[in-house]
């Protein structure tokens, strides 16, 4: 397990915490692998029923590390990582929450879009740059988010590139509840503890039902990988996403 990536196991919830502060929670392709490997111990864990995704106070995630976006950037393909953490994510099993205070940017948003209950502080921001960065969208968001946020707001966040503030993704969909910073986390395993104390296999058959088959995600995923590297072909994308590292990555 990276150091960057903790778990916790009580009342039912994995708890799975990003934490690397010092670099905004920024992910690192050993940090999708820790993940993954966390997801599938909760899959197989009878004591974890749901899954919460948790960052550190004032910033869920920054998204991709600048780092690796370069390396993406040289290779000319999207990481394996995160496309291994990202279908893990839409097919898991088991019900899935998060805790979100503060920054929740690119990836950070991505996977919201996968979890079944989203609870935000209220001074959060939500942002998927990928355009503006000559990226196309990530982890299935293409699909999912026109589905959850209607076709119109999806454009605004995803091509668009707006910031929304935790009110505007409450209306959006994106986001259950609002709450003072300080109640994120109390809240978000509040729901989390709640739901892990229904009969497990009403809850999964409910939630496979309302989701639907996810292979189409999966395959979505696919190709938004495949756009990626269709995408860095082109001189203006790849200046607009070195410009982009350079800048973050000081």
Known sequence: MDEHISIDVAEGVQTIRIDRPDRSNAFTADMFDACVEAIELAERDTAARVILFAGTPGVFTAGHDPDDLRSYAESGNFGESPIRFMKTLATVDKPVVAAVDGLAHGVGTTILFHCDFVVASEW????????????????????????????????ELM????????????????????????EVGTVAFDYARALAAKPPQAVRMARRLMRGERQDVVVRINQEAKGFGDLLRSPAAHDALYAYVDREGH
């Not at 668009?160 to 959006?172: I, K, M």
């Open 124 to 155: 959060s921001v939500f942002a998927c740059p990928f355009a503006a960065l000559g990226l196309p969208p990530e982890g299935g968001t293409s699909l999912l988010a026109p589905y959850i946020m209607g076709y119109h707001r999806a454009f």
């Open 159 to 182: 091509v668009l590139g707006e910031q929304f503030d935790a009110q505007r993704a409450l209306t959006s969909g994106l986001v259950n509840r609002v709450v003072q910073p300080e």
